[in-house]
């Protein structure tokens, strides 16, 4: 009997993930990732044959041996595995049409449930640690002013470090008093953000230093070797002028990754009163719900910050003061 898998893996990812659902590169790639690690489980983990594995590999008690495989054997966390999981899922429900034979088989895998993971704090910086980091490259190289408006447009944006990397010249518009920025999010979805006129003289400028004005179809930013910078670039940029700040303030964070820029954006959006259908837009979410968990984030912050502040200034009885009045009614009349 024919092996169908092979034909079915070619379809899911060249034809339909790209030109169906016109998914993103970055969004394919994770696919495919997750495929290559199944294979890789089942010859390595299994001691199957690479040209044994069938549809009929994808049953219940192998995918749960390999969800287990990737969380405690190669240390990924609860969110990888929950991922991978879905991936599965997704491919099974394409292929489901052609196989209505394999009903139980493939709904025993629909059943898994994902892993409850634990809800880890939205990480962010503050204002004050975002003007340090700022004030860290040194204008006077070439390296120094294109770290900043790298590090200036990745906040002013809001943008995931792959959309900053894929920014293009022609992306940027300058219009009188107005800047704008167009990028290519999740799913292919454009949106046009407006950026403050200190990172729009940044970009002109580095337009102007490195003869890109009218490079339309040019990368924007580029590594000493004029090759489109890397998201290991980006991070290294990062890094680099984390150190530098941690030395001048102890409240520099002890890792600062690029989407922390992202999600300090939001937090400062939210936190100067902006409504959150305008955030949600500017971000590029689908969801309303994802500003939530800013906005739930933000309130706890307040209630720490009055705390300590309605803790320094309300005057306070000794404990069990009650106790030392003969007469409670009296006592609590007198309040």
């Not at 991936?87 to 059943?111: G, M, T, V």
């Not at 943008?159 to 009188?176: T, Y």
């Not at 720490?304 to 009349?333: C, G, H, R």
């Amino acid at each position: 009997m024919q092996n169908k898998l092979p034909k079915y893996f070619q379809e899911y990812l060249t034809s339909y993930l790209s030109i169906q659902r016109n998914f993103s590169k970055h969004t394919i790639s994770s696919y495919k990732y997750t495929f290559n690690e199944f294979l890789k489980f089942c010859v390595k983990a299994k001691n199957m044959s690479i040209n044994d594995i069938s549809l009929d590999t994808f049953n219940k008690d192998i995918i749960i041996e390999f969800l287990d495989y990737i969380e405690i054997e190669k240390k990924n966390t609860i969110a990888t595995r929950n991922n991978r999981l879905k991936n599965i899922k997704a491919f099974l429900k394409y292929i489901y049409p052609n196989e209505s034979d394999r009903i139980l088989q493939f709904q025993n895998i629909f059943d898994i449930p994902l892993k409850k993971d634990i809800e880890k704090p939205m990480e962010y910086i503050t204002v004050n640690v975002l003007e340090l980091l700022l004030k860290q490259p040194d204008l006077s190289t070439s390296i120094g002013r294109r770290d900043l408006t790298i590090l200036a447009t990745l906040y002013d944006t809001g943008a995931r470090i792959s959309e900053l990397i894929n920014l293009k010249v022609r992306d940027v518009k300058f219009d009188g008093s107005s800047t704008t920025i167009k990028l290519l999010g999740k799913g292919s979805k454009i949106r046009i953000v407006p950026i403050v006129s200190n990172t729009s003289k940044l970009l002109k400028q580095y337009l102007k230093e490195h003869n890109l004005v009218n490079k339309h179809d040019h990368y924007i930013f580029m590594n000493k070797y004029n090759n489109t910078l890397t998201k290991a670039g980006i991070k290294y940029i990062i890094e680099k002028y984390r150190i530098m700040a941690e030395k001048e303030s102890p409240l520099v964070p002890k890792n600062i990754f690029p989407h922390m820029f992202r999600h300090s954006k939001a937090m400062h959006l939210l936190e100067a009163g902006v409504n959150y259908i305008y955030i949600r837009d500017f971000l590029g979410h689908s969801n309303i719900k994802t500003i939530e968990i800013y906005a739930r984030i933000s309130v706890e912050q307040k209630k720490k910050a009055l705390s300590q502040v309605y803790n320094e200034n309300i005057p306070f009885t000794e404990e069990n003061s009650w106790n030392k009045d003969d007469n409670l009614l009296e006592y609590l009349m007198k309040l």
